[in-house]
């Protein structure tokens, strides 16, 4: 009978219903006190600059489903053996499960393996913009097995860790976004190359662009003779996400310039003999 007394030394079921809420309590108490310290981390991180807040929030992120799981299955264990309910057969079939499925889970033991590494090496983070796996998009989440990726069209994509060879990260501390204009080769070349530089130049000293480049802007010179154009190429650097808005403006205060010019920029023709029977 669950109300009687325990003979011999035995609790009572009273005394096992306490011991199992203090463990569930004190199992609650212990998470929350670490999300707790975890936010206050996040934001103490996030206060000195977006690599350190970035890269605290995907740590964050993963450790805290860690702690769940740790401290659900501690609470779990310690309330069986106040029940007097003996865990060793669930730790014996979990071991054997483990073993099982190390044998047949080989690949997602990398995965998690190649996660932890991509956490410890810093390699990126929720928020860059990434190329891995042949997949170009942005961070969304980390997980220990899993990389989920968001591309310019919305699309979701995940990607195991462990077929993460080689990565990519388009916002990691700073961008060179490289300009390349053409221009038709009847053109002064010299003349075009002045004004090319010039109109790079302006751009990178614009008051509105503060911040967002950074430096002198860099003219490389002649690029390419190409089938109809001589290619100019030029290169800025930049606050690391903003290689892409930059390009643009670039390009389009390149392509307003040539044209105040009267420089032309060609496009490919191609003229087709025909001929009369």
Known sequence: ?????????????????VATAVVLGVSAVVYWAVIWLGRRYVTRMEDRGYEQGAR???LWSVLRRVVLIVVLAMAILFALDSWEVSIT??????????AAVGFGAQN???DFLSGFFILLEDQF???????IADTTGTVEDIQLRVTKLRDLEGNAHYVPNGQIVVTSNYTSQFAQPVIDVGVAYETDIDAALEIFADELTKFADDPEYVGRIIGRAELLGV????DSSVVLRGRLTTAADERWAI???ALRRVKNRFDAEGISIPFPQVTINR???
């Open 247 to 249: 390009r643009r403006e």
């Open 223 to 226: 690029n390419e003779l190409g």
């Open 1 to 17: 009978m669950l109300t009687v007394l325990a003979q011999n030394g035995e609790v009572t079921t009273r005394e096992q219903f």
């Open 56 to 58: 605290a929030q995907t």
């Open 275 to 277: 001929k009369r029977s």
């Open 89 to 98: 057969p669930f730790l014996a079939v979990g071991t054997a499960v483990a």
């Open 108 to 110: 997602v033991v990398k």
């Open 125 to 131: 983070h929720v928020g860059d913009t990434v190329t």
